[in-house]
Structure formats: structure tokens, C-alpha cells
């Protein structure tokens, strides 16, 4: 330490970064962007810390811990220190924020976990196949938000797979019926293409819950991405594609 003054004890920015647990770049850092400053200076222009810098310093690191911005970290030390409210704010924030990361991780771990079994299977997985489900997983980001993923994720969870696999053969029922109009020419208004895509609306519905947002992200992937998604399924992409042009036009009928 540089010793006693007539206000008590300073340090260096070296001592500092010892003391606190930081490294000095990070203090340069700190001061740069006026988060943790020293108080005073000496005649050569070398910065020396207070006992207030260094509990600061202190604070800044035990907020970092529970993961603020440093920004956020600014806004919390430069308040008044019995201003609690808004320390409350700002803990509550973050633990929704943390709460959304924790979906996001379990949701990755469970993609990562049925590619692996893939692998595990008695059979190599087929290298484009599994390409293309890294593909979709790309996809799937870039059209639903990660509150729909989770939401989705949460249906299919609570319905079971039996209730899932037998609404995967009833969606397979409803499609080849209404391909089995569109290859017919039946009108879009047809009483019974309008019951078909009633149930189809309603069997999505068990899915994403009625979520208009959800619905439209679906629509917008498949028109979008019809073909990539058509790969697996037993009818092509251009029938596919077909479709979702007739589906579109009697919605649009009703």
C-alpha cells in the first residue's frame, strides 16, 4: 500500500487490482467507462484509490456475480445505498432474464440429447439428414421467439407422446384428405374442405393453445422453408407447397 495521508489509506492501481480481485486492464476499463474511479491523483498524474473506491470496487464485482450488465451495475452503486426498491427492480429483472436463459438451456440440452441418440442408435445416422435437422433447429429460431419454443415445447410435455403420435396420424389424415381436394380442384368453400380445415386449426390449436402469434410464425416458416420441411414426409414439396396456397385460400374464403 501507498500508505497514510491525512485522509487514510491509498492505493495504486496495481494494489487495487490485488486487492479487489481484478486484474489492472479491467480497472482501466472500469475507469474508462466511469464505473470505478480513483478519487484522487498524485502531482505525477498516477491515479491512487480511497477506502470508497475499494469498497465500490467490491460491490461492482458482487453484482457482477449474479450476472448485471455492467451497465446495470452503474446504475445500482451510483443510487442512494437505502434506495432498496430499486435494488429490487433491478434483482427481479434479472431473474426473469435468468429464468429465460434456464428454458433456453434446458430446450437446447433436449435438442442436443435426441441428436446424440442418433448416434446411439444401432444405425449411423444419414450425414444430409442430420444436417437438415441442425438446419431446422436454425430455422425454427428464426421464426417462433423463444417464449413460443418454450410454450410449444411445455404443450407437447403435458399432452404425452401417445396424445402426440396420435395427433401426428390424424394431421397425416387431414392432409392426405385435403390434397386428396386440391388434386380434385374441389372449391375452396366447399362445406367439407371447410370442415377439414376447421379440424385442422383445431388439432394445431392443442399445440400452441390459440396462440394467434404462434399460427402465423408456422405459416410464415412452411411458406418460406416448404421445401426443406417437405423432406421426410410422403408427399413431395410442390404438393406441399400446393397445399398451403389452398389452405390460405379458403381461410380466406370463410
Keep these: 500500500m501507498i500508505g497514510n495521508d491525512t485522509t487514510g489509506l491509498r492505493w495504486s492501481i496495481g494494489e487495487l487490482a490485488r486487492a479487489g480481485g481484478v486484474t489492472v486492464r479491467t480497472l482501466y476499463h472500469y475507469d474508462a467507462i466511469g464505473l470505478v474511479r480513483a478519487s484522487e491523483r498524485t502531482a505525477s498524474g498516477h491515479r491512487r484509490y480511497t477506502g470508497r473506491d475499494l469498497h465500490r470496487l467490491y460491490r461492482v464485482r458482487a453484482l457482477r456475480t449474479l450476472g448485471l450488465s455492467l451497465e446495470e451495475i452503474g446504475d445500482v452503486v451510483d443510487g442512494a445505498p437505502d434506495d432498496l426498491p430499486a ?149 413431395s414439396a410442390e404438393r406441399m407447397a400446393g397445399l398451403v396456397g389452398y389452405l390460405e385460400r379458403a381461410r380466406q374464403a370463410r
Design 87 to 235: 435494488m429490487r427492480a433491478v434483482l427481479g429483472a434479472q431473474l426473469e432474464e435468468l429464468q429465460r436463459q434456464g428454458e433456453r438451456i434446458g430446450r437446447i440440452t433436449q435438442q442436443v440429447r435426441g441428436l446424440l441418440r442418433q448416434f446411439d442408435a444401432e444405425s449411423t445416422p444419414d450425414p444430409d439428414e442430420f444436417m437438415t435437422t441442425l438446419e431446422m433447429i436454425s430455422v425454427l429460431d428464426g421464426y417462433f421467439t423463444q417464449e413460443q419454443q418454450d410454450q410449444l415445447a411445455r404443450r407437447r410435455a403435458e399432452l404425452g407422446p401417445e396424445a402426440v403420435d396420435a395427433a401426428r396420424t390424424r394431421w397425416t389424415g387431414l392432409v392426405e384428405e385435403l390434397l386428396g381436394h386440391v388434386d380434385a380442384g374441389t372449391a375452396v368453400d366447399d362445406p367439407g374442405v371447410q370442415r377439414l380445415v376447421r379440424d385442422g386449426e383445431e388439432l394445431g390449436s392443442a399445440f400452441h393453445a390459440g396462440e394467434r402469434g404462434t399460427e402465423e410464425a408456422a405459416r410464415r416458416m412452411w411458406q418460406d422453408h416448404g421445401t426443406d420441411l417437405s423432406r421426410g414426409l410422403p408427399w
